[in-house]
């Protein structure tokens, strides 16, 4: 059977490594931390995936920790009055929570990577624990028939270019902050149901809220997303969780006081729960070419690396792994060459173009047209639906976000005008 080496053992790799292994291929999978490393060490993402991102994980019966984790079934949006929390309080202008089709479900990756890790080892598959540098795969892409790079947004990434054309920013755009917490109260607008709640402050930056099953069970997460240079933009340097923890909510107080009611009893789910950084969001020419001559394939955030605003690296990692175990199961015995990586990573920048585009528009300043659509979604509850649901399909956005004509065509079409 054809032997495949997967290098990095996130969303992207292990579920293609798990997927590959089920159709019968030789698989290696290399780490740089053992599972239980994983579970014990600091939480990584937010990694709220929507309905299609969960059925690929569906189909390949992966589902480990769908019955246990919270079912999200809305998406709120919440926007400040500009300004408005200078002196504050900060008041809210829009405010309202649409229904998604299919639930969305947080599962903390140290939870899942770990448990999946673990799978991959019971079923037979072959785990080496190392830390994979550029010579190492030298070697391993002539004794492979194919070596996939699920590294993430480590330092293999300098094997692939960066396509200029598809990378607008050569900066990080937000500075971001996580806490995980326990003891979170629910909206007082949907006591009855779970939803991510998205809270914009214009000129500041975002806080985002979720619920998601972690180590120790159900808890919710704080993220804020900062302009750099902003006043969110704080949590450089501090060491210290219940710091960050009440830096946290000191934001939310000033910036967010609707949500900050909700939080005052909020206390850390363990010292590992928080976690601070930026990066540049960059795409990436999808294959890697060794000093040796040998090619590797980059998948998810090595060649597709958004800024986590609209919540969709973990759902592009797992729309990416079963593109590619397609396109490598139906090549059959015929090579991985060049040509076939490049249709491979084409297949996948059909969708993941589209994540990109909308991304990349969240982070800017939003023009008046889309301002209005957020509005009218607040009057107009077929707006809000199809709003977000665009989180499931963002090449929905297509329709009806990006030109101030196809924005007011939509609307008029809702509202009959
Ligand atoms: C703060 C934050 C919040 C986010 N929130 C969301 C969200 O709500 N929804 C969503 O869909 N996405 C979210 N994302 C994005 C999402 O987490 C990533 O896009 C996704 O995890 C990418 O999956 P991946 O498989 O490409 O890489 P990763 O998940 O990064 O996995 C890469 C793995 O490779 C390992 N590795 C690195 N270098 C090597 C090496 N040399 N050798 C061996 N192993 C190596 C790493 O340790 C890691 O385990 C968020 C990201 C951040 C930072």
């Avoid at 480590?154 to 500075?175: C, H, I, K, N, T």
């Avoid at 000191?250 to 206390?267: D, G, H, N, Q, S």
């Avoid at 009057?379 to 649901?389: G, K, Y």
Wanted: net charge negative; charged share 20%; aromatic share 10%.
């Amino acid at each position: 059977m054809r032997k495949i080496l997967v290098v990095g053992a996130g969303q992207s790799g292990l579920q293609l490594a798990l997927g590959l292994q089920s159709h019968g291929y030789e698989v290696t999978l290399m780490s740089n931390r053992t599972a239980d490393e994983i579970r014990t060490g600091r939480v990584m993402s937010t990694q709220c995936m929507f309905d299609t991102a969960l059925q690929h994980e569906r189909d390949l019966q992966l589902n480990f920790w769908e019955s246990q984790a919270p079912k999200i079934e809305g998406v709120g949006i919440s926007v400040a009055v500009p300004g408005s929390f200078d002196p504050g309080p900060s008041q809210r202008a829009i405010d309202w929570v649409g229904k998604l089709d299919g639930y969305a479900q947080s599962v903390d990756q140290r939870v899942k990577m770990a448990g999946w890790m673990e799978t991959f080892a019971q079923r037979g598959g072959q785990l080496v624990i190392h830390g994979a540098a550029v010579s190492d795969l030298d070697y391993f892409s002539r004794t492979y028939d194919l070596v996939l790079v699920s590294a993430g947004k480590g330092e293999l990434v300098s094997m692939f270019g960066r396509d200029a054309s598809r990378s607008p920013y050569s900066e990080p755009q937000r500075a971001l902050a996580v806490s995980y917490v326990h003891g979170l109260g629910p909206r007082p607008e949907h006591p009855d149901f779970d939803a991510v709640r998205c809270n914009l402050v214009p000129g500041v930056g975002e806080l985002f809220i979720m619920p998601t099953l972690t180590t120790s069970g159900r808890a919710d997460i704080l993220f804020w997303e900062g302009i750099p240079g902003g006043p969110l933009d704080v949590f450089n340097g501090v060491k210290d969780p219940a710091e960050h923890l009440s830096l946290t909510l000191e934001l939310m107080e000033r910036f967010t006081p609707w949500e900050y009611a909700r939080a005052t009893k909020v206390e850390l789910t363990d010292a590992q729960g928080t976690l601070a950084g930026r990066y540049a969001p960059t795409i990436r020419n999808p294959i890697g070419r060794l000093p040796g001559g040998g090619l590797v394939l980059g998948v998810a955030d090595v060649v597709v690396a958004n800024d986590p605003i609209t919540g969709q690296g973990s759902n592009s990692a797992a729309k990416c792994a079963a593109a590619y175990l397609a396109s490598i199961v139906e090549q059959g015995d015929k090579p991985f060459d060049e040509e076939w990586m490049q249709v491979t990573f084409d297949r996948y920048w059909e969708t993941a173009q589209h994540v990109t585009k909308w991304t990349n528009a969240m982070l800017g300043v939003p023009p008046e047209h889309v301002l209005n659509l957020i509005g009218a979604a607040g009057q107009l509850p077929p707006v809000a639906h199809r709003f977000v649901n665009g989180f499931d399909n963002p090449a929905d956005f297509e329709n009806f976000f990006y030109e101030p004509e196809k924005t007011e065509a939509y609307l008029a079409s809702v509202t009959g005008a």
